[in-house]
């Protein structure tokens, strides 16, 4: 069972959120400046690398006014979780049906992975946006390029040269903890 919840560790998803050394063509689509953008869909390959286990797949992610919806699939494109996440609560349904819920999705990646993940940050660090206090490098035309924060470094490249471009990957690693990689392949803002 853990090796399958595993899979889903990129809550972060969910995310977060694969690990190639360079970012595959996307569509970038910033309607407005990247610090404007709240509500997004992407798709992205991950990887997922805790202790001695790796896993991959693709990540599904509707990101609409505080609430998530994330749909994980096995690289072979067989669903593994499909994760809800809203005020009141966070559900997730796994390949077999089994269905798991909490509060929020912190506490949900904690009963089902044995540890919390910064899901409520994910939204904004997938953005490359820093929240609170955290520590950020710019790159040369002033976008975040790594973020450390709440005990996690962020690292971002980016394709397009542009200032308000969006992240093509990003990798959330943490000390001790898991390592969560993104290779995005679409970005869409309404």
């Known amino acids: 069972m853990i090796a399958v919840l595993l899979r889903c560790l990129p809550l972060g998803v969910l995310a977060l959120l694969a690990a190639c050394a360079s970012p595959a063509p996307y569509s970038d689509v910033p309607l407005r400046p990247r610090a404007e953008v709240r ?3 992407l798709e992205a390959r991950f990887s997922v690398t805790h202790e001695a286990e790796r896993y991959s797949g693709h990540l599904s992610w509707q990101h609409r006014a505080g609430a998530d919806t994330l ?7 067989q669903v593994l979780a499909e994760i809800e996440i809203n005020p009141e609560r966070a559900r997730l ?6 269905v798991f819920e909490a ?8 009963e089902v992975l044995g540890y919390p993940l910064p899901v409520s940050q994910l939204a904004s660090w997938v953005l490359a946006r820093p929240l609170g206090a955290a520590v950020s490098v710019r790159d040369s ?4 390029q790594e973020i450390a924060e709440n005990g996690w470094r962020l690292v971002y490249e980016y394709l397009l040269a542009t200032p308000d471009a969006l992240p093509a990957s990003v990798t959330a690693s943490r000390a001790g903890g898991p390592e969560l990689r993104l290779r995005i392949e679409d970005w869409s803002t309404p």
């Open 103 to 110: 509060p929020d999705a912190e506490r949900l990646t904690q």
């Open 71 to 77: 749909q994980i699939t096995s690289p072979f494109g």
């Open 93 to 98: 349904t796994a390949s077999d049906r089994r």
């Open 39 to 41: 509500d997004f869909g």
């Open 141 to 144: 035309v002033g976008r975040p």
